[in-house]
């Protein structure tokens, strides 16, 4: 495989191709009639994943350093360039990504019946602003990129939204817009302090890193801005807020990209950009314990509120604000366990978010409520849709077996060292975790078949089966075998220790075995 | 093409954009002394005011392609790229002008075609203005510009709005003079000389006479209220708001570009040894311009109205983009300027055709789902908003990125954090603009039907998103003519940026 794609040149077209190919494929959605936007989305989607599955094999990772990299001058006076590159971490994001988004196009098969050409689009246009913002290696670009996604979902929450949805859309932008306009700030005083340092006006990615130390003592305030534009992202407690309006009010597709994909770009930023840049301000006692104190209520609140959620989707809405809490956790221990758990808890949360959100949609579908309520004893009218749900529940809990347990267990073992406070309270999270999915589990699935309007539900398409498929294959695969998932990010979560550990040493956590024999 | 100034041909050759552009207005004129009784002929008089524009476009592509410099110091007016690129803009935004003139005027009844000279002499003023070496040039520049657009605003003889609009222009404007002429007066005073370049060598040894700090003061009063800074805005909003639209478009483009464009000549080439004295009321100005501006725009429920406020905010953005006293900060000026005369022409263009009778009543409501029956107005209207927010992928982002560039590059990083804080808080406005348009239902079935633009109107709006958007995604041409045009202006060897090395 290795072989055939180095013969096709795939390493230089590939990551251009796939930033890319969703903006050409705008314009047949745009140009074709209306009944084939769907069909041209999902033939764009997949191409798109299946050109980047190549990058599975592609990618060296071994190195953990920036991979695939090309660059071309942009704003050459400024020392901006169109740059591109990837390593283990952002090739699993990518790989999420363009697994989740034809899903999507499928899942809103039926659903979106109103301005279809402009919701593809939108869906289209999103899967290059994400994509962007994974690969870019310059800060400029990753800053446009990181903006210009918003207006999609922005719409896709705004025009096809639930009731309440033009609150939950500007809500949803004026709080993400609130951070990255202070990271952008940020991001010009760093490149201007390194110009004036260094000679060189620049805004690659290795170019700051390298040199970030020269900011001196701007380096709390310009970690804050990148932080506090992460951290609304991801989101972080207290900044939560937007999150559950926008998951609920936006429609099925919208929340699983966002639960699926943007908020990891949060937790990405974190692991690519603020921590690296500023590592002794990171790492400082009081970032720390901050850190950790709002990871730490991020999981135990959100599990707690989800746990009284009347709503499926906001349950499975405040269900992430405790997922995401296991990741900041984990960055922060920077063990390569805990590094590598953050990492899989952010792909396993894709995938059984994703699954989870779209089962709750096909609900909706059929039976237009999301209370809880409504519905109980679903196991005998529909059973294959109540199996997939409970493996998917499961999986979101944390089953041995399946990938919520690798992620979480990883991210538990390798903080445990370092702050066993705070990993012993967040170990409640999967307690209540498994208490709110179970019991919504119950009461939607099982208990008595009591509702008559439930008796005629029917079960999974064929088209609903083939969306989730893949998910449940990524939940197996994830559970059974991790050891190609973790090999990969490996490599990349050493080098994030390394950056950490050179100035400052991190807490005397000495060498570490690789869970993965190399 | 060195020139020199002090012979009447080199003189001339210098002024050919401005006595071109004066001697087609009095051509149309007189054209009109005939013809001034129909619609056509009013029709006819724009076409001639716009055909008018290409004798004066060509001398300025002539000068400025030919690297047209003064022989010896340049006095009474620059010959500079700075002032060029000004002119440039100030042309475009009278283009425009005349453009989305051309329908509105037939549309609301407005038949009298003096109008078209009064926008060049108006023009003519404005190219003065940003050109000006010399105060009392300046001052010429300001008041021919300004008693134009006096006219202009109450235009619309049948409206009492309009006419409100023009007395309060008139009154704040004449005060606005007085408090201008008196700061000459004062720098006479204290130097000796109106010229800037005389001004900037007599103030650059040592600390600048109490006289010379005042006069400096008055000269910022007089030109704040001309670009409608806080606190010396207060007219803004009713003139916005009674003026025809158009005459609305041209006050937010090109009043605002020369008065801005002037402002910096005079600060960068008379005060740059003062700085200490005039950044910290620059700065205030600003801060309290972005956020006044921007905090009362978030109530108003008309649109022209908020507009009106939005561009109080962006006077604020631009002067924090003066505030560097670099060359960067004066690059910055010339961009942003040049981002939001573009936009804001399509913008006014776009509200001009929303509604009748001035436009005073065109709500969030009366827009929503504008984009059911006008897809393709309410994409350009919707772009416009996101380059006024300043978002990446538009022209306004670049201007906005640059002004950030400037005063980071001062170290003045709280500046830069007002300036972002503020253009968060006007997402508060701009964006339900949007919303409006895409997200809600129209009213009723009969709403937008009879939104269309006429054709020169069509023209303008489609040509300046193309533009907000090209440069928007491919800035790298625009930022770096901006900032090789700043390099003209200001005292010479003034130190290059990191990054700006060729």
């Given amino acids: ?75 050459p ?57 994974f690969l870019a290696t310059d800060l400029f670009l990753f800053y446009v990129f990181w903006e210009v996604m918003l207006i999609p979902m922005y719409f896709i929450i705004g025009m096809w939204g639930g009731k309440n949805r033009l609150y939950a859309a500007i809500k949803f932008f004026v709080f993400t817009m609130a951070g990255s306009l202070l990271m952008l700030v940020a991001i010009l005083a760093l490149a201007w302090a390194v110009a004036g340092r260094t000679g060189t006006l620049s805004f690659a990615y290795e170019h700051l890193l390298t040199n970030s130390h020269v900011v001196g003592g701007l380096a709390p305030w310009l970690f804050g801005a990148f932080a506090l534009a992460f951290a609304i992202k991801v989101p972080v407690f207290p900044f939560h807020t937007w999150l559950p309006d926008a998951h609920v009010e936006a429609p099925t597709a919208g929340s699983v990209l966002l639960a699926g994909v943007l908020l990891k770009l949060g937790t990405y930023g974190f692991l690519r950009y603020a921590v690296p840049f500023f590592p002794e301000v990171a790492a400082s006692p009081w970032v720390t314990n901050l850190v950790l104190l709002l990871a730490v209520i991020g999981i135990v609140y959100g599990a707690l509120v989800a746990m009284v959620q009347p709503d499926i989707k906001k349950l499975v809405a405040y269900s992430s604000v405790s997922h995401l809490g296991f990741v900041m956790l984990g960055i922060w221990a920077a063990t390569v366990q805990s590094i590598e758990g953050a990492i899989m808890v952010m792909i396993g949360h894709g995938l059984s978010t994703g699954a989870l959100f779209f089962l709750v949609g096909m609900l909706y579908e059929r039976r237009h409520t999301r209370d809880i309520s409504a519905y109980g004893g679903l196991a005998k009218v529909v059973p294959v849709f109540s199996l997939v749900f409970t493996v998917v529940a499961l999986s979101s809990v944390g089953l041995p077996g399946l990938n919520g347990f690798i992620g979480e267990f990883l991210v538990l073992l390798g903080s445990f060292r370092v702050h066993p406070w705070a990993t012993g309270i967040a170990t409640t999270g999967v307690i209540f975790a498994a208490a709110y999915l179970l019991w919504a589990l119950q009461r939607i699935i099982y208990n008595k078949l009591d509702k008559r309007e439930n008796e005629s539900l029917t079960d999974l398409s064929a088209r609903e089966l083939v969306v989730m498929g893949p998910l449940l294959l990524g939940i197996l695969w994830m559970g059974l075998y991790p050891a190609p998932i973790l090999r990969r990010i490996e490599p990349a979560a050493v080098r994030y220790i390394e950056t950490l550990r050179g100035p400052l040493g991190f807490q005397g956590v000495s060498q570490q075995t690789p869970v993965v024999p190399r | 093409m060195p020139l020199d100034l002090t012979t009447p041909l080199g003189a001339t050759m210098a002024l050919l954009p401005e006595i071109a552009l004066t001697l087609g207005a009095l051509v149309l004129l007189l054209v009109n002394a005939w013809r001034n009784g129909t619609a056509r002929d009013s029709r006819l008089s724009g076409y001639l005011a716009l055909v008018s524009l290409v004798p004066s476009a060509i001398a300025l592509g002539i000068l400025w392609m030919g690297g047209a410099r003064a022989e010896g110091p340049a006095y009474m007016v620059a010959l500079d790229p700075y002032r060029f690129a000004a002119l440039a803009l100030i042309l475009v935004a009278t283009a425009g002008t005349i453009l989305l003139s051309l329908g509105y005027l037939e549309r609301e009844g407005l038949i009298a075609p003096e109008y078209y000279s009064l926008v060049l002499f108006a023009a003519s003023g404005m190219m003065f203005m940003a050109g000006a070496e010399d105060l009392i040039v300046l001052f010429l520049g300001l008041e021919i510009m300004s008693v134009s657009v006096y006219v202009l605003a109450g235009f619309n003889r049948g409206s009492v709005f309009s006419a409100e609009a023009a007395l309060k222009y008139f009154l704040v404007g004449a005060f606005a003079s007085a408090f201008l002429l008196y700061g000459i007066a004062l720098l006479w005073g204290a130097t000796g000389s109106t010229g800037l370049a005389d001004i900037g060598a007599r103030l650059s040894g040592g600390e600048v006479p109490v006289l010379g700090k005042l006069g400096l003061g008055l000269l910022l009063i007089g030109m704040g209220f001309k670009v409608a800074a806080v606190p010396f805005h207060m007219w ?36 740059p040894a003062a700085t200490e004295v005039w950044q910290p009321v620059v700065a205030a100005l600003a801060v309290a311009s972005m956020v006044l501006g921007n905090f009362v725009a978030l109530s ?21 983009a003066l505030w560097p006293g670099s060359r960067l900060g004066s690059g910055a000026t010339l961009l942003y300027l040049a981002a939001y005369t573009l936009t804001s022409l399509a913008v006014f263009g776009i509200l001009s055709v929303l509604g009748r009778g001035g436009e005073r009543d065109v709500t969030l409501d009366s827009i929503a789902g504008l984009a059911r029956r006008r897809p393709w107005l309410a994409f350009a209207l919707s772009v416009c908003m996101l380059s006024l927010l300043g978002f990446p992928g538009t022209f306004g982002f670049v201007g906005k990125w640059a002004i950030l560039a400037a005063v980071v590059e001062a170290k003045q990083v709280v500046l830069a954090v007002v300036v972002v804080l503020t253009s968060l808080v006007s997402a508060g406005y701009y964006l339900p603009v949007v919303m409006a348009v895409y997200m809600r239902e129209p009213a009723g079935s009969e709403s937008h039907s009879g939104a269309g633009l006429p054709r020169p109107a069509v023209i303008t709006v489609a040509l300046a998103v193309a533009i907000v958007l090209l440069a928007g995604i491919l800035p790298a041409s625009a930022l770096a003519s901006a900032m090789d045009t700043a390099g003209s202006l200001g005292p010479a060897g003034s130190a290059p940026i990191v990054g700006f090395r060729r």
């Fill in chain 2, 300 to 320: 108003q429920r008309s649109l022209k109205r908020m507009l009106a406020y939005s561009s109080i905010a962006h006077a604020g953005y631009l002067l924090t």
């Fill in chain 2, 236 to 271: 803004a909003p009713d003139v916005y708001d009674g003026s025809p639209t158009p005459v609305t478009g041209f006050m937010a483009t090109g009043v605002k570009a020369a008065g801005f464009l002037g402002l910096a000549r005079i600060l960068y080439e008379a005060f």
């Fill in chain 1, 1 to 75: 495989m290795t072989q055939f794609l180095a013969s096709i040149g795939f390493d230089r077209w590939i990551l251009h191709v796939l930033l890319v190919l969703p903006l050409v494929g705008v314009i047949p959605v745009l140009l074709g009639p209306v009944a084939m936007a769907r069909r041209t989305a999902l033939f764009v989607t997949v191409v798109e994943f299946v050109l980047s599955a190549g990058l599975w094999w592609a990618v060296n990772t071994t190195p953990g350093t920036l991979q695939l990299t090309s660059s071309m001058a942009w704003i």
């Fill in chain 1, 77 to 133: 006076a400024w020392g901006i360039s169109y740059a591109v590159g990837i390593d283990g971490i952002s090739l699993t994001m990518v790989l999420l990504t363009t697994l989740l988004m034809p899903l999507c196009v499928l899942g809103s098969w039926n659903y979106i019946t109103e301005r279809e050409r402009g919701y593809y689009v939108m869906l289209l246009t999103l899967l290059t602003g994400v994509l962007g913002v």
